[in-house]
């Protein structure tokens, strides 16, 4: 089931959103060779309360960082560390504030210096899953058309959603329902409808190779079994007026 937001709602989440865009920036501009995780989850942590907000991660029990960052084979969940990027990795950032009592969360995936013809196309196709399911995102449409344009895009492209990781609807609560698959799962018929009103963190969570994920020993990162790149795009959408509004761009 998908849980509603009134306009005024939708509004706060907005300029939290808005606020958290700002800060997805300046860490993207941060991403460079010699500089290391911690470094940037010092300066979100910094720059989220700067905002007026609070660092919606570290309201998730056990968890301590106000990011999770994770390098190459790294997909989820990744504590920030102190070994420095290096040329060609590929690094992704996930970041969430709670900001007036709603929490907006947004992701990105880049490559530290000059991107490899292959790891541009690897991470344009993830940008192009997530703008075109975030289209999907309107009233009257189900949660499976947006999980269905994911795993289309991605396997179009030669590339492998993840299935055991999912987007999530958002709102008071981080992890709201409902859970957002990567890729088409069971009857589409029985999948949620998507309401005026339903607030989205949609993601596009996808590996180079195999879709097998492993836990790593921190109890937290969750790598690509393979040891292949994996990536993550995500961003805040709200269904507004029947139509998806972006909240985090």
């Known amino acids: 089931m998908v849980i509603p937001k009134t306009l005024e709602e939708i509004e ?10 700002r800060i997805k920036d300046e860490l993207r501009q941060m991403v460079c060779p010699s500089v290391t995780p911690i470094e940037i989850e010092r300066r979100a942590e910094c720059l989220i309360l700067e905002a007026g907000g609070q660092p919606s991660f570290k309201m998730v029990r056990g968890y301590r960082w106000a990011t999770c960052i994770n390098i190459n084979e790294g997909v989820v969940h990744g504590i920030p560390g102190k ?8 690094v992704t950032v996930d970041v969430g504030i709670f900001y007036k009592g709603f929490h907006s969360d947004s992701a990105f995936t880049l490559v530290v210096g000059q991107p490899s013809k292959e790891r541009q196309s690897f991470l344009g196709a993830g940008k192009e899953a997530l703008r075109r399911s975030i289209k999907e995102a309107k009233q009257g449409n189900r949660i499976a058309d947006i999980s269905r344009t994911i795993q289309e895009v991605l396997e179009k492209r030669g590339y ?13 609560q981080l992890h709201e329902d409902p859970q957002i698959p990567c890729f088409l799962e069971g009857d589409p018929c029985r999948s949620p409808l998507i309401p005026e009103g339903a607030v989205l963190a949609i993601e596009v969570i996808y590996t180079q190779g ?3 994920l492993v836990l790593s020993d921190d109890g937290w990162t969750i790598s690509t079994k393979d040891g292949k790149i994996g990536a993550v795009f995500e961003e805040t959408v709200a269904v507004v007026h029947g139509q998806p509004q972006i909240l985090t761009a």
């Open 160 to 172: 492998s959603p993840v299935y055991e990781l999912t987007g999530h609807g958002i709102g008071r």
């Open 12 to 21: 706060i989440v907005r300029e939290g959103g808005q606020r958290l865009a």
């Open 210 to 212: 195999s879709p097998r």
């Open 83 to 90: 070994v420095p990027f290096k040329e060609g990795d590929i």
